[in-house]
């Protein structure tokens, strides 16, 4: 029971903070609806839709007069959102949700990009907030990149060789995109060499090329006249500038693979790994220098003891015998591991990675223990 000092003194609290600040206060976390706004490339030109956002508490009751900062993030050529006659920015613009809710309003721009997504974002503050929600739609009409890979080989290149890399543009069912518009870039390793589509040089700001008829955009990369002994040059694709939903990265590595490294290593402490748990682990090659290798073929293969779990990169299951995957951009690949429904009381699962299938020079290994 409350006391008359207590009682006045909560009638003091309230007369001093707005009612809305004490609302705000029982926001543990927000909810957007529609999420996705729409289905990716559903939306025609000119498009509106409304979005609702609720403050809610701990109880997922809607929380009255709490005050929500939201935001809006357009990628290139993207549309546009707006509470009211206030148009959202960048900047975070706060809202009082009087009865726990703020609706906005959508709208796709006349003409509608090829690619990216715009991003509406709640928050309980200007900065630094706590409570975050994100709402997106997306433009992309392509489902996913391929690229020629890779480029070469780590450390293959003569010195001024020239490779043309093709880059595809897919849609879900792995047919080609003729038309779709595609953002590249170009990062060098220090002394590296040039990428160019044409006569347009790539570099680290994106630029918009369109694929043709078969879904294509041929690159040249050219290695540098001088070959450093270490380091990456990297093409990037995306499909957008800004808020990009697809992106994809294809590099030449002018090290060779010279050690592996796994993270975690062991996969986790011994005997900590409860039935069924998935731990993914990073698996890096190097160069002498420390640099990641990209291009790089490394053979896994998986070693569970009686009544194990298993391991796979992607799809694709490890089992005793090795297979054969390729490193990415950035000279890694995901490895994922599971332990078994019914993990056995002892023994030790093992994933192990070498450079040729038969007499490797290059070897590291992975283990869980029971």
């Not at 001088?226 to 957008?240: C, E, F, K, N, S």
């Amino acid at each position: 029971m409350l006391t008359s000092t207590a009682l006045g003194g909560a009638f003091l609290l309230a007369s001093v903070i707005p009612g809305s600040a004490l609302a705000a206060g029982g926001v543990t976390h927000y909810v957007m609806a529609p999420s996705p706004i729409a289905p990716t490339a559903s939306l025609a030109a000119g498009t509106t839709k409304t979005v609702t956002v609720s403050a809610e508490d701990s109880t997922n009751a809607l929380v009255p007069g709490a005050i929500i900062y939201l935001s809006f993030s357009q990628t290139s050529s993207g549309g546009s959102a707006s509470v009211g006659t206030t148009a959202l920015s960048s900047t975070p613009v706060p809202f009082t949700a009087t009865t726990g809710q703020v609706s906005l309003t959508y709208k796709t721009p006349a003409v509608l990009p090829m690619g990216g997504k715009d991003i509406v974002k709640a928050a309980n503050s200007k900065s630094l907030a706590t409570i975050t929600a994100s709402d997106v739609y997306s433009f992309a009409k392509v489902a996913k990149y391929a690229f020629t890979d890779p480029i070469a080989a780590p450390g293959t290149l003569a010195a001024g060789a020239a490779v043309a890399v093709t880059l595809t543009s897919l849609n879900s069912a792995s047919v080609a995109v003729s038309g779709a518009v595609v953002y590249l870039s170009f990062v060098a390793a220090t002394g590296g060499g040039t990428a160019s589509v044409g006569a347009t040089a790539l570099s680290f700001a994106p630029v918009a090329f369109t694929s043709n008829v078969s879904g294509q955009i041929v690159i040249t990369y050219h290695a540098p006249a001088i070959l450093p002994t270490t380091g990456t040059d990297v093409i990037t694709a995306t499909d957008a500038a800004k808020n990009a939903t697809i992106t994809r990265s294809e590099g030449y590595s002018f090290g060779t693979p010279n050690s592996y490294a796994f993270s975690p290593s062991p996969i986790a402490a011994t005997g900590t790994l409860t039935a069924g748990k998935t731990v993914s682990i990073q698996f890096s090659v190097l160069d002498s220098s420390g640099h990641p290798v990209s291009g790089a073929t490394v053979w896994l293969n998986f070693t569970p003891t009686t009544k194990g779990g298993a391991a796979s990169v992607g799809a694709k299951a490890l089992s005793a015998t090795p297979a054969k995957f390729v490193t990415d951009s950035t000279g890694t690949m995901t490895v994922t591991y599971k332990t078994s429904a019914t993990p056995p009381l002892t023994g030790t699962d093992t994933i192990q990675a070498e450079n040729s299938k038969s007499a490797p020079t290059v070897t590291a290994a992975d283990a869980y223990t029971y």
